[in-house]
């Protein structure tokens, strides 16, 4: 093959996944930036001349903006409760699995996955009638121990634990297979040194398992803890933010922004407040996990 | 970790049965409720199983909604997702095995692209492809979700394990670049296909956000767009809502099922070293 082939032929198979990539994400990353700092909208998008440069006011009025406000206290919330209560519950299934047969491991774990490849259109569907006041089995199920009717979708307060216990439900398979991976690939010898030494239970959990995978559980917490953060779908489907913001996360903030009321440029800023918050909590997260290897 | 008390294995199952038993619970009762008639779905009490089963919830969604359109824009989207995950091989199969000027500046564009959030493009992507008079069309809804960069990233990571001189072999026996990529590169790499194949399949099949912000005639929906619009319309009509939702949640669910194999041996990070 002569040297021209050889030199045109890796730029064959890049190149189509690259422009396309290019054209649909660098590009737009760029943009975002430069729109961030102008009054962009829907005037704006007819007639590019006609759109300004402000400055860091998309910025100033973030912080100024009750809506935004509300949406970061929302958000703190759904990370604070959801981090925790994901990652812990992801690895008390995994831990269970790893103590049953093979057969019940199996078929168990397969169960705890389906929702995750489960469309959250359907989720909300299902949930929305489960979650119904009225007609909802929920709410049947407590009416059977005398428990009045939940609000579960209409109190700014329950509405957001409501969306927490659909967001776990939904997103602990992946978690618990990371962890099922790690606990299994543990050495059995381990554990029959520790119970030579007369270890119990709770020794060989916290003095093995939990420092045997460490790593993954580091990769969970910052995975999840991204994932919460740009937390959008749920109330995007279940509440549309509502009722009253309660609901409402950034992500979801800057999506009403963009396509609700067309302020492209006050969305876009918004949506870099978004990705410095991500930089920050992942970068202590690593920082943290630095510290602790030391 | 074993814990050999019997007692506690018992009780470890149960609690695992009782929780299993909770998770399965929204599907259990989606596809009951989908079999039951208008006026016994609103019923309180609720029946558990269906008095009268009916599948007339799932010919309406044809007869009378428009889920044959949805359906058949959904697998279009499918089938342009394989393509895109071919493009996503070509590109970490040419990162991975080729060495050529500007690769590291390349590569970095796709990592950075990987990193950001994506509500950080959704705004811009859609300008630009009203910039390009794509909106409301059905490239429109497939073009930017198409190449995904994790994807390339971890394909690039798997051709790392394929041998060069194997390659360099094919080169000195006459076999040309493609023929090399078709024929040895794509049945080695299978493993990571196979996971890459139904995670697409999944994806593509779920793709919601998307198709609803480029899409505006009925035309061009897709089933998740459709199925939002059925719940938006039919607000009280639960037995309709819940075929719906069936319709898209259980050919996915027997996929996975069916390859959860391959899916569920992909997880392990314990293998990933720091």
Do not use: C
Request: overall charge neutral; glycine content about 6%.
């Amino acid at each position: 093959m002569n040297s021209f082939k050889m030199k045109i032929t890796p730029f064959l198979f890049i190149l189509p996944a690259v422009i396309l990539l290019t054209i649909f994400t660098f590009l737009p990353i760029i943009i975002s930036l430069v729109i961030s700092f102008t009054d962009m909208d829907l005037v704006g998008l007819g007639n590019l001349s006609s759109v300004q440069f402000v400055g860091v006011e998309n910025f100033v009025r973030l912080f100024q903006d009750e809506v935004f406000l509300q949406s970061m206290g929302n958000t703190f919330f759904y990370v604070v409760i959801g981090v925790p209560l994901a990652v812990s519950t992801s690895f008390i299934i995994a831990l269970a699995l790893s103590n049953v047969s093979n057969w019940m491991s199996n078929t168990f774990r397969v169960i705890f996955y389906m929702p995750s490849i489960t469309n959250i259109v359907a989720i909300a569907v299902v949930w929305g009638f489960l979650y119904n006041e009225e007609y909802g089995l929920f709410n049947y199920i407590l009416s059977l121990v005398n428990i009045d009717a939940v609000p579960w979708l209409n109190d700014i307060l329950i509405a957001k634990i409501s969306l927490i216990i659909l967001a776990v439900w939904k997103s602990n398979g992946v978690s618990m297979l990371i962890f099922l991976a790690a606990i299994q690939s543990i050495p059995k010898t381990y554990y029959e040194a520790a119970e030579i030494d007369g270890a119990n239970w709770w020794h060989k959990l916290t003095k093995i398992t939990i420092p045997s995978v460490s790593f993954a559980t580091f990769f969970v917490i910052v995975t999840t803890l991204i994932g919460w953060l740009q937390f959008f779908e749920e109330p995007f489907v279940m509440t549309e933010g509502g009722p009253l913001n309660g609901t409402n996360s950034i992500a979801l903030f800057i999506y009403q922004e963009g396509f609700q009321y067309n302020e492209f440029g006050y969305g876009a800023a918004a949506s870099f407040v978004l990705f410095v918050i991500v930089i920050i909590a992942t970068a202590i997260q690593f920082k943290l996990r630095k510290k602790e290897n030391l | 970790m074993r814990i050999r008390n019997r007692y506690s294995r018992i009780i470890i199952n149960a609690l695992l049965i009782i929780s299993g038993f909770l998770v399965a619970l929204p599907f259990i009762w989606m596809l009951l409720s989908s079999l039951k008639t208008d006026r016994e779905v609103l019923q309180i009490p609720p029946t558990i199983f269906p008095e009268n089963p009916t599948f007339q919830h799932f010919v309406d969604l044809f007869l009378n909604l428009d889920f044959g359109t949805y359906l058949m824009n959904t697998l279009i989207i499918v089938f342009f997702s394989m393509i895109g995950l071919l493009l996503n091989t070509m590109a970490g199969y040419g990162f991975g095995k080729y060495n050529f000027k500007g690769k590291e500046i390349v590569f970095a564009v796709v990592l950075i692209t990987m990193m950001i959030p994506g509500q950080v493009t959704m705004i811009p992507t859609y300008l630009v492809l009203n910039q390009m008079g794509l909106t409301n069309t059905m490239p429109g809804i497939i073009l930017p979700g198409l190449i995904v960069a994790f994807n390339i990233f971890l394909i690039r990571q798997f051709m790392h394990t394929i041998p060069d001189g194997l390659i360099e072999a094919a080169r000195l026996d006459g076999a040309g670049e493609f023929y090399i990529f078709f024929k040895l590169i794509i049945p080695l790499s299978k493993p990571i296909l196979a996971v890459q194949v139904i995670l697409t399949f999944i994806a593509s099949w779920n793709s919601f956000i998307w198709p609803l912000i480029v899409a505006n005639d009925d035309g061009l929906y897709t089933l998740s767009v459709g199925l939002s619009l059925l719940q938006d319309q039919n607000v009280t009509n639960y037995g309709l809502q819940m075929a719906g939702a069936a319709f898209m949640v259980v050919p996915i669910l027997v996929v996975f099922i069916i390859f959860q194999k391959y899916v569920i041996e992909g997880f392990n990070v314990g293998g990933m070293k720091e």
